[in-house]
């Protein structure tokens, strides 16, 4: 179920609620406005209701994410279902907007990147051979350049189509395998690993601090938060977190041993400040946020360098690939 049908479904029901609506008569009229699977889970879930079953377990049951269901059932357990629907339509509306931000910065230079892809391929599978074939009828003393351009196009090729055959087959047996290898080589990067990190901790500490927010406890805030972790090497982090946690350990030092790896080196000073003051749950959303800035941040400064330095290295190496070739040509034309 995506984020953007969750919050609206949050703002349906909670502004029918807070107009008297009943909550089965309410979850009706929602899913009257409604189509796909979340019609049929709201179906489901006022079949439980009518059994007795609260809201947050008949939710638990069907499509909605664990951390909406926790802000859902602390919301019926301190009688405050609106505001747990507040909360629901926040988190949500804000992944949804914090996506799109994301994809509309990346699908440019992403374009540009296909782009200059495609040009390199119909360079070296239709061009490049010609000018050999070309050359070899004609018998021309090529340059060294031109030559070497030559002969690594036509192994290059090949190279290419057995290093792709050999990538889908290793993916296809050690996928997992792959994936991490690929994320470690990625976190060796030191402008990726500081992106990884801003989303890591934006995410988690959204998804703790709003549970803490609700009333839930922190041990099993964590639980919830494990339920939905999307990435396994930062839910290793967080199951580590957790174990420390239980054994008496204070939250900032809990997180200190994860920082820098997984987690951005700021959270665990944050967390000192929140557990000095007795606001752990307001400081982090305040780091929610403030990761959130900095990966904006980030992403936009990555953007504006990365696109036109693509565009420069692509645009030489496209430049002194057609000045190779042509160098011949002008040179057998002057010599006539």
């Not at 509306?93 to 296909?114: A, C, E, N, S, W």
Request: with cysteine; aromatic share 10%.
């Amino acid at each position: 179920m995506r984020a953007i049908e969750i919050a609206s479904f949050c703002r349906q029901l909670n502004q029918l609620l807070q107009q008297g609506v009943g909550l089965r008569t309410a979850l009706l009229l929602v899913r009257d406005s409604r189509t796909g699977l979340i019609e049929e889970a709201i179906t489901a879930i006022v079949n439980e209701l009518d059994r007795g079953m609260p809201l947050g377990e008949a939710m638990e049951q069907r499509e909605f994410p664990p951390l909406f269901v926790s802000f859902v059932k602390a919301g019926e357990h301190h009688g405050s279902l609106v505001r747990a629907l507040q909360k629901g339509e926040w988190y949500y509306r804000r992944k949804h907007d914090i996506r799109q931000t994301l994809l509309k910065g990346l699908m440019y230079p992403l374009f540009v990147l296909l782009l200059m892809a495609m040009s390199f391929v119909l360079l070296q599978t239709t061009v490049l051979p010609r000018f050999a074939t070309l050359y070899e009828t004609i018998g021309l003393d090529l340059p060294w350049y031109t030559a070497w351009l030559l002969r690594a196009n036509q192994a290059g090729v090949y190279l290419a189509i057995a290093a792709f055959i050999l990538f889908v087959l290793l993916t296809m047996v050690y996928k997992k395998g792959v994936i991490r290898a690929l994320m470690r080589i990625g976190l060796a990067i030191p402008m990726v690993r500081e992106v990884v990190q801003l989303r890591v901790t934006s995410v988690f500490c959204w998804q703790l601090g709003l549970l803490l927010q609700a009333g839930t406890p922190l041990l099993k805030a964590f639980e919830t938060v494990l339920a939905g972790w999307p990435w396994n090497g930062s839910r290793r982090a967080i199951l580590r977190v957790q174990e420390r946690l239980k054994r008496g350990f204070s939250l900032q030092d809990s997180f200190v041993p994860e920082a820098d790896k997984f987690f951005h080196p700021f959270l665990p000073r944050q967390l000192a400040i929140g557990e000095s003051s007795g606001t752990v749950a307001e400081t982090l959303l305040y780091s929610g946020e403030m990761a959130d800035e900095q990966l904006e941040e980030r992403i936009q400064w990555v953007l504006r360098v990365w696109e036109p330095l693509l565009i420069l290295v692509i645009g030489i190496a496209l430049g002194l690939m057609v000045l190779a070739l042509f160098v011949p040509i002008l040179s057998l034309v002057e010599g006539l």
